[in-house]
C-alpha cells in the first residue's frame, strides 16, 4: 500500500478536526440543549394571556343596574410581525386617537410578542381597527365595566380598574363573588401570524362572576344627593353627609358625602370624593348624642321627661367651664326641656346625677366604641377615654357629644333602635345573589330597654321638632322625632375653633309606615345653623315616594 505524505496525514486531521468540531456542534445542539431552543422557538411564534371573566352585575333593591359589564374589544400586537411601525401607528392613532408616536414605540417593543395597543375598546372602534388590517395587530373579546347612573349613588357602587379588580366601594367590598375567575389562552401563530389550526395549545374557559342585589334605591339616593348638594351649598359649606336606612333591617337605602365621585368617569373625581364619609371618618357627635345620655337618665329612673332641675347658666368642673351655646340666665328645664332647648348644663347635671359609669356602659352597650359590621370598605370606629380616664368635666363633656368621637352610621344605628323598640340592627347593603337565590342574614341585638322609656324618648324626640331646635324638620301631617346638634370641632393648635361648627340632625317619622332613619350632617358651617331643612326635603320625597302613611299615636 501507498504511504500516506506527510502533508496528507496533515490534512486528514485538519478535515477530522473540523468534522468532529460539526458532530459536537450537532450533538450539543440536538441533545443537549434541543428543550431550550425548541422552547424558544415556540416563545417566537406563541402568544399567551389571560382571558377576563364577565364581572357580576350590580343591581338596586328594585332590579335597577347599578354597575355592569359590557362587552369591549382589547387590541394588542405582536411587534415581530409588525412590518411598518410608523405607518401602522398613525392608522391606530387616527382611529383609536391619542399620539402616533406612543403607538409607534410599542409596536417597536424589543424581545416580546405581546403589547397591549388598547384594552376595552369600544366593540364598533376596534371593528373600524380590524378594517385596516395590520400586521401584526390581534383582538380578543373582552368586557368593560359601565356605571349607568354616572355619580349618582357611585361612592356607595365604587369601581373597578381596567383589570377588573374592585378597588373602592361594594366593588372592593365584594369583588371575590363579582369577579369570577379568569381563564387562560395559549396559541401558535403561523410566519404570517394567523392561528395554526390546531394550534391552540391550552384554553381554560373563564368562569364569570355572580350578580348581587343591594339595599340602595337609586332613586332615593339621587334624591339625597341632590337636597344635601343643594342644602350644603345654602349653608355656605362644601362638606357632607347622609345616611337613610331601614331601622327594623339594617338596609341602606342611601348614603353619601360630599364631593360625589363619578365611576364612569374617575379622571374627573376630587380628593376626598372615593368614600362615604359618613361611614368612614368619626367625628365628635354634638348633640344628637344627647339622647344617649337622656335615655341614660330615663332608664335610670333620676328624672322622667316631665321632671324639673334648676340649670344654671354655666357650671364648672376641673378648672373647665360648661355653658349653653346661647347666653342665657339661669331656668328651671324639665328634662324635655332640656332636649329641646339642648341644654349642655343641662344634660351635664342630668347626666351626673344618673351616673356617669352608666353613661358609659351605654356607650358599649350600644357599641359606640365598635364598628357596626357594615359590609363597606374602610368603616371606622368610634372612640371614647376607657371610663377608669373619666375626670368630672369629662363626664359633663360626654353628656353633650364632646371627648367622643362616632361615625354618622352609628348615631343613625342608635337612632333606630329608638325607633325599631330597643333592637340593634346591623346596617348593610348587601340583600341577595339572584343567581344562586341566596339571600344575605344580618345579625341583631336587643339591648333591653324598656318599652316605657323608649316611648319616653320618641315623645321627647318628638318635642325637639314641635317645641324646639329641630322644628325645620317637621312635616305636616306626620310625627317626626328627633335631634339637632351643632358640635364645636377641635382646632390642631388645641382647643376648639371659633364660630365654626358640624352641624347635624338625626330623626325618623314615629307612629307611621315608614321605618326609614335619616342623618344629615354639614361640617365646617360658619355660625349656628341647622340641617333640618335638609332632613325635612328629603322625608317629605320618601313619604311621596313610599306612600309613607301616618298612624297618629292616640
Known sequence: ??????????????????????????????????????????????????????????YDRNGIVLATSVEATTIYANPVEVTDAAAEAASLASVLGGDAADYRELLSTP???FVYIKRQADVDVADKVKELKLDGVYFIADTRREYPNGAIGGQVIGY???????????????????????????????????PIPGGVKEETPAVNGQDIMVSLDIKLQDTV?????????????????????????????????????????????????????????????????????????LEQGTMGPEDTMFCPSSISADDYDVSDSHERDGETYSLREILNHSSNVGISLATEQAGFDKLYDNIK??????????????????????????????????????????TPLQMARFYS????????????????????????????E?????????????????????????????????????????????????????EVYNI????????????????????????????TQIFNDIMENAVKQYNITSMPSN
Not at 373602592?168 to 389562552?185: A, V
Not at 376607657?386 to 368635666?393: L, Q, T, Y
Not at 363626664?395 to 364632646?402: D, H, L, P
Open 365 to 406: 352597650r350600644f357599641h359606640f366604641t365598635e364598628s357596626t359590621g357594615v359590609d363597606y370598605p374602610g368603616e371606622a370606629a368610634g372612640n371614647v377615654l376607657d371610663f377608669d380616664n373619666w375626670a368630672k368635666i369629662t363626664g359633663y363633656n360626654v353628656s353633650f357629644g364632646q371627648g367622643i368621637a362616632v
Open 225 to 297: 344627593e341632590q337636597a344635601l348638594a343643594e342644602g350644603v351649598k345654602d349653608l355656605e359649606t362644601e362638606e357632607g353627609s347622609s345616611i337613610v336606612m331601614d331601622a327594623a333591617t339594617g338596609e341602606i337605602y342611601a348614603a353619601c358625602s360630599l364631593p360625589y365621585m363619578n365611576p364612569a368617569d374617575m379622571s374627573s373625581s376630587q380628593v376626598g370624593s372615593e368614600s362615604v364619609k359618613a361611614i368612614t371618618q368619626a367625628y365628635e357627635p354634638g348633640s344628637t348624642f344627647k339622647s344617649v345620655s337622656a335615655l341614660t337618665i
Open 160 to 194: 373597578c380598574n381596567v383589570d377588573g379588580e374592585g378597588i373602592t366601594g361594594l366593588e372592593l367590598q365584594y369583588n371575590d363573588i363579582l369577579s369570577g375567575t379568569p381563564g387562560t389562552y395559549t396559541a401558535e401563530r403561523g410566519e404570517q401570524g394567523f
Open 504 to 531: 347635624g340632625f338625626c330623626g325618623f317619622i314615629d307612629n307611621s309606615s315608614s321605618n326609614l332613619v335619616c342623618f344629615v350632617g354639614a361640617n365646617e358651617v360658619y355660625a349656628m345653623r341647622q340641617t
Open 1 to 58: 500500500m501507498p504511504t500516506v505524505s506527510g502533508r496528507a496525514k496533515v490534512l486528514l486531521l485538519v478535515f477530522a478536526a473540523i468534522a468532529a468540531v460539526f458532530f459536537l456542534r450537532l450533538v450539543f445542539l440536538q441533545v443537549i440543549v434541543s428543550d431550550q431552543y425548541s422552547a424558544m422557538a415556540e416563545e417566537s411564534r406563541t402568544v399567551s394571556f389571560e382571558t377576563t371573566p364577565r364581572r357580576g352585575t350590580i
Open 417 to 444: 333602635a329608638i325607633a325599631n323598640d330597643g333592637t340593634l340592627v346591623t346596617p348593610h347593603f348587601l340583600i341577595s345573589k339572584p343567581q344562586s337565590g341566596d339571600v344575605a342574614e344580618w345579625e341583631s
Open 446 to 498: 336587643e339591648t333591653g330597654v324598656d318599652e316605657t322609656v323608649l316611648a319616653d324618648m320618641r315623645s321627647m324626640l318628638r318635642s325637639v321638632v314641635t317645641d324646639g331646635t329641630g322644628a325645620a324638620a317637621d312635616i305636616e301631617g306626620y310625627e317626626v322625632c328627633g335631634k339637632t346638634s351643632t358640635a364645636e370641632i377641635a382646632s390642631e393648635e388645641g382647643g376648639y375653633k371659633k
Open 111 to 113: 424581545s416580546t410578542t
